[in-house]
């Protein structure tokens, strides 16, 4: 094991300029990966925030008993899709909307009597915050006989519907591309240092060395350039995040997440080395 260690390391030292260059490539491969994937991140929590928003009211007939509102409460709670109902009563709207609605406050002023419903406001479990989920629902409140009126803005949820949508495409799409130009970057340095070390690995089969004993120094080289790259990545996006912070807030990678970033890249050189060997040690 010490050989194969001294192995990969000595490669470093044959050809450093080789060697920073394909660590150097990987690593703005990965910084592109990852900040995509770091912008991906921020844009899902934001729309996560916006989820947290999305609610069904479902508006009362007037004069219906609370004894029957409370219920249909229960009832409603044991969806498997909501979260939590809230009652609002119909001087709880009125003193809402005088709060909310300030510009019309002296209209509200002048009302002799009350004209906003009681309702109950229904807010959803995460994952089920879509449009297919919230309609289902809707549809299950109309049919209760008390409800006036069941609204919960389709047309905006659509909209994040698309937008969740749009993120997570566009990010595995430029994921997977730069992906595929990491695991080809170190596959043709891996291929040139073969090539390179054709003699050496020549007198080594002379003396007896198996395939598998010459392979190993190459896939640990591999994944050593790649965790490095890996490393160099996530500095580079804890640049790029600290200028961006300047103007817009946002999250950093948790340590596991930063982690997951290095294996990934540790994962890469390793498969790349391991084909790229397979294929061009046959004909040294």
């Excluded at 993120?167 to 992906?179: D, E, Q, R, T």
């Excluded at 690995?201 to 190459?218: E, K, S």
């Excluded at 997440?257 to 084909?275: D, N």
Aim: proline content about 3%; glycine content about 6%; aromatic content about 8%.
């Amino acid at each position: 094991m010490n050989l194969v260690v001294r192995e990969a390391l000595l490669s470093f030292r044959r050809a450093p300029v080789l060697s920073i260059l394909s660590i150097t490539t990987i690593a703005f491969a990965l910084f592109v990966v990852s900040l995509v994937t770091l912008v991906a991140l921020n844009v899902r929590r934001e729309l996560t925030r916006v989820e947290e928003r999305v609610e069904i009211a479902l508006y009362l007939r007037r004069g219906t008993p609370i004894e029957i509102v409370t219920v249909a409460m229960g009832d409603i709670e044991s969806f498997p899709e909501v979260a939590s109902v809230t009652y609002v009563t119909e001087e709880q709207a009125l003193e809402r909307a005088r709060r909310e609605l300030a510009e019309f406050r002296g209209i509200f002023e002048d009302l002799e009597t009350n004209p906003l419903p009681a309702s109950l406001e229904v807010r959803l479990r995460p994952g089920f915050r879509d449009t297919e989920h919230v309609t289902r629902v809707a549809a299950r409140l109309e049919g209760f006989r008390f409800a006036e009126d069941v609204r919960f803005g389709r047309e905006w949820i659509e909209r994040l519907d698309r937008l969740r949508d749009i993120a997570g495409a566009v990010s595995l799409l430029i994921g997977a591309a730069f992906a595929a130009a990491s695991i080809i970057i170190i596959g043709t340095t891996i291929r040139m240092t073969v090539l390179q070390r054709s003699r050496e690995i020549a007198i080594m089969r002379l003396v007896g060395a198996t395939d598998q004993f010459i392979r190993r120094p190459f896939l640990l080289e591999g994944g050593i350039k790649g965790a490095l790259g890996g490393i160099a990545a996530v500095a580079l996006c804890y640049g790029a995040f600290g200028a961006v912070t300047r103007l817009f807030r946002a999250e950093f990678f948790t340590p596991i997440q930063a982690a997951t970033i290095v294996l990934v890249g540790l994962a890469l050189g390793f498969v790349a080395s391991a084909v790229s060997v397979m294929r061009h040690l046959r004909k040294v």
